[in-house]
């Protein structure tokens, strides 16, 4: 590869004089199938996500005070899906998470998180986004992250969840069976995950009629200037990981898989309440 | 019909060995699929293009077709013929008119008809990877059973989709013929693909704010995969895949070139405005469309596994190796 220049190797030193020991340290303990330029198949790179874990670091740590719960839940190696309530109009849930099984865990892992499909088409969260590891939510990029022993973040509400009114928060929306499916495919245990704190990020109500004019499923405006959600509030986030579930059977029986939804969704749900209940304040 | 003799070999051994046609042969494809199979000595290859052969010691005896009267069926029934090759459309033509084009009226459908007549045993038709388009909503990693969503707004694409819908209908139609569609990833080389086309410029144009992961393969390794292709017995479609998939950016920077991001709603208009200024005799022209068919702006890469368990197909060319094979 052509050297790098100048102005590259001063930020290089400087995002790693930023971060520090410790989390350099983490960026090589990392495991990835990365070649001999540094990127995996995915496009995922360590050197990009040095970069963005700058910005993410201080958002864990400064602005969120992200409080993490029984992360010993995720198994260190091997494949896993991890599953969560999506909330909160712009997606630091799942940046959260990401830096939280990043951060927190011996053993440092890269969450895939999976993306709307609309993404690819927005400039530069297209490659972005695809260099900190996260992927298009394909049921094959998810069935081979799997196979490949890696973790998967699922958000079954997708949409659903993200862009509930704030009247509804913390009740969970129709969950999508796909990671279902995917765990009876790969025999992946599911870590059911709660993320509490997300939606007072950004605490919104649903203009539908401009929504319905713009053709978006979705358009939320918040009692503050600029009264669309860009910024969130800096609310606590609190995550609980609860125990692997393994589930067995077939993933064509759609009985089957939507029993084992449900059964998950209820975990979640209690496991929401018990956080709502041993939270005292929102913001601290 | 002319009849040229590019082939040194003695007579005699030409007979104990079978006969593989292949088309298109004055391109630089061709030229490198008889150069791997001479080395295998067990094939005698026999070329047909529609121009004269640019270099007449390509190791392979040469006919250039001009007359429209199926000039494919004289050769295939005065011969005992082995396999047919059909390179397709992996080098973008240079320019509107170009010789190269004429390949198109005397084209696959027509060819692969020819092969039933003249139970010919065994057909390879090399299209490409490309067929499956480059979409936002693409899946990493597209098996051969995907849809093939490409757009045929350009002349190179659309000969590329042509030739591959109807060796796939020919394929699901004939039983006698082992067909074998090759679907390779972009190819870098010195041959005039469109990837390569697009890469060998000084600038490269890219678009502000996309930087997809992508696939290439080395030339040679083509020429490889088509051997391998050859031997077993095999058929059906396959994905080709080089040593792995790497960002454009990381592609450009690996040759040195410099990249002029240009922001995507601009590329089109800016571009062709560009090119047109450049004048008509600019090579590029599939080049181009690596630009303005979203090449450079979604992913469109293959699961090659198919390829490398049945044709028994390893890439010889690392990646570094098959990025610098433009220059």
Known sequence: ?284 | MSSGNGSAVEPAARLARSRVVITRANGHMARLVAERLGRLQQYHVVGIGAGRLPDPSAAMEYHQLDSPVDPVGAILRHRDVEAVIDLGAPEAPDRLGDDSRVHDALDTARLLDACVTHSVRKVIVLSSASVYGPRPENTQFLREDAPLRASPAYAWMRDTIDIDAAASSFMQTTTDIAVTILRPVHILGRLRSAASNYLRRPIIPTLLGFDPMMQVIHEQDVAEVIACALSRDTRGIYNVTGPGQIPLSVIIRELGRRRMPIPHLLAGPLWRLAVGRAGKADRSRAGDSMLEADFVRFVCMVDGSRARAELGFQPRFGLRESIRAVD
């Not at chain 1, 088409?121 to 260099?131: E, I």
């Open chain 1, 1 to 284: 590869m052509q050297t790098k220049g100048w102005l590259e190797r001063r930020m290089d030193r400087l995002v790693q004089r930023r971060l520090g020991r410790d989390i350099m340290q983490r960026f090589e303990a990392l495991d990835l199938d990365d070649n001999e330029y540094g990127y995996d198949p995915f496009g995922c790179s360590k050197e990009s996500l040095s970069y963005a874990a700058v910005i993410a670091g201080w958002l864990y740590r400064s602005y969120f005070r992200c409080e993490v719960h029984g992360c010993e839940n995720v198994p260190a190696r091997g494949r896993c899906l991890l599953v969560a309530n999506h909330s909160g109009q712009l997606p630091f849930d799942a940046l959260m998470t990401v830096m939280a099984i990043f951060l927190e865990p011996a053993q440092p892992r890269v969450v895939r998180s999976t993306l709307e499909r609309f993404i690819p088409r927005v400039p530069f969260a297209s490659y972005l986004l695809s260099r900190w590891g996260q992927i298009v939510g394909t049921p094959d990029n998810c069935l081979r992250l799997l196979e490949d022993e890696e973790l998967v973040l699922v958000f079954p509400e997708g949409a659903r969840g993200i862009a509930k009114p704030f009247s509804r928060r913390y009740q969970l929306t129709r969950f999508g069976r796909g990671f279902m499916r995917l765990a009876l495919q790969t025999g992946a245990p599911v870590v059911p995950m709660a993320i509490i704190g997300a939606e007072e990020q950004a605490p919104a109500i649903n203009a539908w009629p401009i929504a319905r004019l713009l053709g978006a499923p979705s358009f939320p405006v918040v009692p503050y200037p600029p009264f669309f959600p860009v910024i969130p509030l800096p609310a606590k986030y609190r995550m609980y990981f609860g125990e692997p579930l393994t589930f067995t059977g077939d993933a064509s029986d759609d009985n089957a898989v939507a029993d084992n939804v449900a059964a998950v969704k209820q975990r979640i749900q209690s496991m929401i309440e018990r956080g709502l209940e041993e939270r005292r304040y929102v913001f601290w």
